[in-house]
Antibody
Framework: QVQLVQSGAEVKKPGSSVKVSCKAS????????FNWVRQAPGQGLEWMGA????????NYAQKFQGRVTITADGSTNTAHMELSSLRAEDTAVYFC?????????????WGQGTLVTVSS | DIQMTQSPSTLSASVGDRVTITCRAS??????LAWYQQKPGKAPNLLIY???ILQSGVPSRFSGSGSGTEFTLTISGLQPDDFATYYC????????FGQGTRVEIK
């Protein structure tokens, strides 16, 4: 069955970076796109960006441009999201989600989420 | 950016009720809208895509309608497992989510 398994919780200092991974199994990695969505405590869902591994390109929400980098490694079927210059407002659960092989897509499978806490 | 506005923010209902949640887009998104259910501490779960297509495995009491800028999610015969938060998502241009609608027990 399809599984997206994310890396574990992180605690980071303001100004540092965090890298979250999402390992896919049960699918042909190159047939899909992988998106990152975050959810601050008690808040709604916010799309950050996506990568389509077969194209090797990523697109980002304007809000995160310059601060987020999404990559994919086809040899390990893993997508990564790195967020830099962390601030307290970046404390959130970060989800990876599978989409179709386009940037404009719904998400039919999600990872379990990774809590990133930014605190001094 | 395309803004998505859901209403109501909170909805109180009883088991067996028919409930409707509305989602409005700030511009025409055709049929490119999805609905998700999320329970506390869990990832969202896809219910409906392309405004009205039921995702495999989702109970038929869930239905979606609409196109353009106005969309609805209807739950016909609310079940105990349906008390959760629901989000709409436009994917006409990248992705934007609505702010969510919490369905609580009356």
């Amino acid at each position: 069955q399809v599984q997206l398994v994310q890396s574990g919780a992180e605690v980071k200092k303001p100004g540092s970076s965090v890298k979250v991974s999402c390992k896919a199994s049960g699918i042909t990695f190159s047939n899909y796109g992988f998106n990152w969505v975050r959810q601050a405590p008690g808040q709604g869902l916010e799309w950050m960006g996506a990568i389509i591994p077969v194209f090797g390109t990523a697109n980002y929400a304007q809000k995160f441009q310059g601060r987020v980098t999404i990559t994919a490694d086809g040899s390990t079927n893993t997508a990564h999201m790195e967020l830099s210059s962390l601030r307290a407002e970046d404390t959130a659960v970060y989800f990876c989600a599978r989409g179709n092989i386009v940037y404009n897509t719904y998400f039919d499978h999600w990872g379990q989420g990774t809590l990133v806490t930014v605190s001094s | 950016d395309i803004q998505m506005t859901q209403s109501p923010s909170t909805l109180s209902a009883s088991v067996g009720d028919r409930v409707t949640i509305t989602c409005r887009a700030s511009q025409n998104i055709n049929k490119w809208l999805a609905w998700y259910q999320q329970k506390p501490g869990k990832a969202p779960n896809l219910l409906i895509y392309e405004a009205s297509i039921l995702q495999s495995g989702v109970p038929s009491r869930f239905s979606g309608s609409g196109s353009g800028t106005e969309f609805t999610l209807t739950i016909s015969g609310l079940q105990p497992d349906d008390f959760a938060t629901y989000y709409c998502q436009q994917y006409n241009f990248y992705s934007t989510f609505g702010q969510g609608t919490r369905v609580e027990i009356k």
